[in-house]
């Protein structure tokens, strides 16, 4: 790690010098084919390190036995529990041994709680059983009334296993899974057993002594074993179960590693994570990586969402990562939170050596406070990276592994991986990946299957992508939009959403935290517009002031204005050209879906769960919530509900 050669201020933080990180070099194969395809190659060869993910565990249980793998806050106090590696491996044993005895080769072990030290043992031991993990995303049984979506994936994969930190909290949930016909699942539970529904306490599980059948179930696993199921709804909304093999989990592994071109010592790595392990990026990406490098995985219960990313400061106040990732809003709470604390500030930059985001693009205002920070406390901008993927791509494929001031940038391919481009217009490419780290499938349903790729085997990405330079492919490839969000003007015109989103996001910073772009099948586009707290608290001068208060407020409707006409000027076709926004004044929800359990919002969630907003915003009346870009602005009076 470089040292700083000089101070600098906020004011040249753009020439300070990056961080040294020892990126691998950008060597990228061209095919340009016949047909107006392109097909971008890494040139640097896979080396898969591992036959699979519990090989992992079982090499730090033996070099690193008293070194911590997992820890967690638990108790009044909120102290530390650790996991050290060896003892961790003892568990995982016993555990296999208990799921071995039940006699239910191959059928799942369902996760319904969110990540936990017990869920990190239980997905090792399941692996070890050749008993397919599925972590499901919490909400999906304490958010809803009827369970039909937890039942559908559970009827889908008929599970041998439930388990649930809490039985008394998930108890709703665990009584609509008895309902289900088939063999009934054991249910195990960490804490607060409901008698006649948990069946097993967790304590005892990891208690049972393993025998022969432990090593001679590990030494069955191959590289087509099953290791997980992720779900994946798809734009119907239909869950799909995304199945990953040991193959598929060890490649994308191998993909990632390669990414540098040194590991980084398990001394130095601490990573603090809240990413959920029911999703890719956290399961696979962060689970294994931590296995992978020996170091100790801290599991953050803060989310980037109001009242819950205190815990994560609380988190970064003890602990100094060496990479950090965190979704667009998060890093812009993170901002926020580092302006104003200069011992944190120095603290979470200490040792922190890249940042990563995904999700969606960080806003270049967020990029550019965070940098001016980094600067600050270290002399160094800190490089931000992204990668581009999907849950059927185990995440991403395409990764930015090389410093630069440019955000949004999907990056190019990693190690092992093919990209295509099928021409879309003149500068747009549809985006198809194919490498050993893709599905084979979804469970149980060939048609979807069969759909999802391609003649020669390329996964269809849904996304469209632009290159940064095309004289110079090497500097990578820009986020153009998803396809199927892009919709027409009554006008026949097109509105590409997604690239419409993120000029908007800048050109509303920092005023705005987030943006849904309105208007299809009507005459102009509009769209539902997020304050961002932080710069519009200090913005109207009162430090607690709601969304509702800073809607109202005539002087942030004023600076709102004046940017959004500026956009306006700068893009004035009728596909980019902002007529009218509405000021939510109620933050987007997780429980019901607004923003992801990664953080991020959907579009397609948010237009319909306010479809009485986006109506009001069409109004031919005026409405207090609704500010009309090429109308002076209205007082902030009257406000209709």
Same mark, same amino acid.
């Given at each position: 790690?470089?040292?700083?050669?000089?101070?600098?201020?906020?004011?040249?933080?753009?020439?300070?010098?990056?961080?040294?990180?020892?990126?691998?070099?950008?060597?990228?194969?061209?095919?340009?084919?016949?047909?107006?395809?392109?097909?971008?190659?890494?040139?640097?060869?896979?080396?898969?390190?591992? &036959?699979?993910?519990p090989?992992?565990?079982?090499?730090?249980?033996?070099?690193?036995?008293?070194?911590?793998w997992?820890? $967690?806050?638990?108790?009044?106090?909120?102290?530390?529990?650790?996991?050290r590696?060896?003892?961790?491996?003892?568990?995982?044993?016993?555990?296999?041994?208990?799921?071995?005895?039940?006699?239910?080769?191959?059928? &799942?072990?369902?996760?319904?709680?969110? %990540?936990?030290?017990?869920?990190?043992?239980?997905?090792?031991?399941?692996?070890?059983?050749?008993m397919?993990?599925?972590?499901?995303?919490?909400?999906?049984?304490?958010?809803?009334?009827?369970?039909?979506?937890?039942?559908?994936?559970?009827?889908?994969?008929?599970?041998?296993?439930?388990?649930? $930190?809490?039985?008394?909290?998930?108890?709703?949930?665990?009584?609509?899974?008895?309902?289900?016909?088939?063999?009934?699942?054991?249910?195990?539970?960490?804490?607060?057993?409901?008698?006649?529904?948990?069946?097993v306490?967790?304590?005892?599980?990891?208690?049972?002594?393993?025998?022969?059948?432990?090593?001679?179930?590990?030494?069955?696993?191959?590289?087509?074993?099953?290791?997980?199921?992720?779900?994946?709804?798809g734009?119907?909304?239909?869950?799909?179960?995304?199945?990953?093999t040991?193959r598929?989990?060890?490649?994308?592994?191998?993909?990632?590693?390669?990414?540098?071109?040194?590991?980084?010592?398990?001394?130095?790595?601490?990573?603090?994570?809240?990413?959920?392990?029911?999703?890719?990026?956290?399961?696979?990406?962060?689970?294994?990586?931590?296995?992978?490098?020996?170091?100790?995985?801290?599991?953050?219960?803060?989310?980037?969402?109001?009242?819950?990313?205190?815990?994560?400061?609380?988190? =970064?106040?003890?602990?100094?990562?060496l990479?950090?990732?965190?979704v667009?809003?998060?890093?812009?709470?993170?901002?926020?939170?580092?302006?104003q604390?200069?011992?944190?500030?120095?603290?979470?930059f200490?040792?922190?050596?890249?940042?990563?985001?995904?999700?969606?693009? =960080?806003?270049?205002?967020?990029?550019?406070?965070?940098?001016?920070?980094?600067?600050?406390?270290?002399?160094?901008?800190?490089?931000?990276?992204?990668?581009?993927?999907?849950?059927?791509?185990?995440?991403s494929?395409?990764?930015?592994?090389?410093?630069?001031?440019?955000?949004?940038?999907?990056?190019?391919?990693?190690?092992?991986?093919?990209?295509? =481009?099928?021409?879309?217009?003149d500068?747009?490419?549809?985006?198809?990946?194919?490498?050993?780290?893709?599905?084979?499938?979804?469970? $149980?349903q060939?048609?979807?299957?069969?759909?999802?790729?391609?003649?020669?085997?390329?996964?269809?990405?849904?996304?469209?992508?632009?290159f940064?330079?095309?004289?110079?492919?090497?500097?990578?490839?820009?986020?153009?939009?998803?396809?199927?969000?892009?919709?027409? =003007?009554?006008?026949?015109?097109f509105?590409?959403?997604?690239?419409?989103?993120?000029?908007?996001?800048d050109?509303?910073?920092?005023?705005?935290?987030?943006?849904?772009i309105?208007g299809?099948?009507?005459?102009?586009?509009?769209?539902?517009?997020?304050?961002?707290?932080?710069?519009?608290?200090?913005?109207?001068? %009162?430090?607690?002031?709601?969304?509702?208060?800073?809607?109202?407020?005539?002087?942030?409707?004023?600076?709102?204005?004046?940017?959004?006409?500026?956009? %306006?000027?700068?893009?004035?076709?009728?596909?980019?050209?902002?007529?009218?926004?509405?000021?939510?004044?109620?933050?987007?929800?997780?429980?019901?879906?607004?923003?992801?359990?990664?953080?991020?919002?959907?579009?397609?969630?948010?237009? $319909?769960?306010?479809?009485?907003?986006?109506?009001?915003?069409?109004?031919?009346?005026?409405?207090?919530?609704?500010?009309?870009?090429?109308?002076?602005?209205?007082?902030?009076?009257?406000?209709?509900?």
């Amino acid at each position: 790690m470089s040292a700083p050669a000089r101070p600098h201020t906020g004011r040249d933080a753009a020439s300070a010098p990056f961080r040294d990180v020892p990126f691998i070099a950008r060597d990228i194969d061209i095919e340009r084919r016949d047909d107006g395809s392109i097909v971008l190659r890494n040139r640097l060869a896979l080396q898969v390190e591992v &036959p699979h993910i519990p090989a992992l565990l079982h090499t730090r249980s033996q070099t690193l036995p008293e070194r911590a793998w997992l820890a $967690q806050r638990r108790g009044p106090a909120g102290a530390w529990e650790h996991l050290r590696y060896g003892d961790a491996q003892r568990q995982v044993d016993g555990v296999t041994q208990a799921l071995l005895q039940l006699d239910r080769a191959g059928a &799942p072990v369902m996760v319904l709680s969110g %990540n936990s030290i017990e869920h990190g043992v239980l997905a090792i031991a399941a692996m070890q059983a050749r008993m397919p993990l599925v972590a499901i995303t919490p909400a999906y049984a304490l958010l809803s009334q009827d369970h039909a979506r937890l039942k559908s994936m559970a009827d889908l994969l008929r599970p041998a296993v439930i388990f649930v $930190q809490s039985a008394r909290q998930f108890e709703p949930a665990l009584r609509a899974l008895r309902t289900l016909a088939g063999p009934p699942a054991t249910v195990v539970c960490a804490t607060d057993p409901v008698p006649g529904l948990s069946d097993v306490l967790w304590h005892d599980w990891t208690r049972t002594p393993p025998g022969p059948a432990v090593a001679a179930s590990v030494a069955r696993i191959t590289p087509d074993t099953v290791a997980k199921y992720l779900f994946t709804s798809g734009s119907t909304g239909t869950p799909k179960a995304v199945t990953m093999t040991q193959r598929v989990l060890t490649h994308a592994l191998a993909m990632h590693s390669q990414l540098w071109t040194r590991s980084p010592s398990p001394d130095d790595c601490a990573t603090l994570d809240w990413m959920p392990w029911s999703h890719v990026a956290g399961g696979n990406t962060v689970f294994h990586s931590v296995l992978r490098d020996g170091g100790t995985l801290y599991i953050d219960d803060g989310k980037p969402a109001p009242k819950l990313f205190d815990e994560t400061l609380r988190n =970064l106040r003890e602990i100094s990562p060496l990479r950090f990732a965190n979704v667009p809003i998060g890093y812009a709470m993170l901002a926020d939170a580092l302006e104003q604390d200069e011992s944190l500030a120095h603290r979470f930059f200490a040792k922190l050596q890249t940042m990563a985001y995904a999700g969606a693009r =960080l806003p270049d205002e967020v990029y550019r406070r965070l940098q001016t920070l980094a600067v600050r406390h270290t002399g160094c901008r800190i490089p931000f990276v992204s990668g581009y993927g999907a849950t059927e791509t185990g995440p991403s494929a395409l990764y930015v592994f090389w410093p630069t001031d440019r955000v949004g940038l999907c990056g190019l391919p990693h190690p092992g991986v093919e990209a295509k =481009l099928v021409p879309l217009d003149d500068a747009r490419y549809e985006l198809r990946i194919r490498s050993a780290a893709v599905t084979p499938g979804y469970h $149980q349903q060939p048609q979807a299957t069969a759909a999802a790729f391609d003649d020669e085997g390329f996964f269809r990405m849904g996304d469209a992508a632009s290159f940064v330079d095309p004289a110079d492919p090497q500097e990578g490839l820009l986020f153009a939009g998803r396809v199927a969000e892009e919709f027409k =003007l009554t006008s026949g015109t097109f509105v590409r959403v997604g690239a419409l989103r993120v000029q908007l996001i800048d050109a509303l910073a920092p005023w705005v935290a987030d943006a849904v772009i309105t208007g299809a099948d009507r005459g102009h586009v509009g769209a539902l517009l997020w304050p961002s707290l932080g710069p519009c608290r200090e913005l109207v001068g %009162n430090p607690t002031a709601t969304l509702a208060e800073i809607a109202a407020s005539p002087r942030y409707r004023d600076k709102l204005l004046q940017a959004l006409r500026a956009h %306006n000027t700068a893009h004035p076709g009728s596909s980019a050209r902002i007529d009218r926004v509405l000021l939510l004044e109620t933050p987007a929800s997780m429980d019901h879906g607004e923003i992801t359990d990664k953080g991020y919002v959907n579009q397609r969630v948010v237009l $319909q769960r306010r479809s009485d907003a986006v109506a009001r915003l069409y109004d031919d009346a005026r409405h207090a919530d609704v500010l009309h870009v090429t109308a002076s602005p209205q007082p902030a009076t009257d406000r209709t509900a």
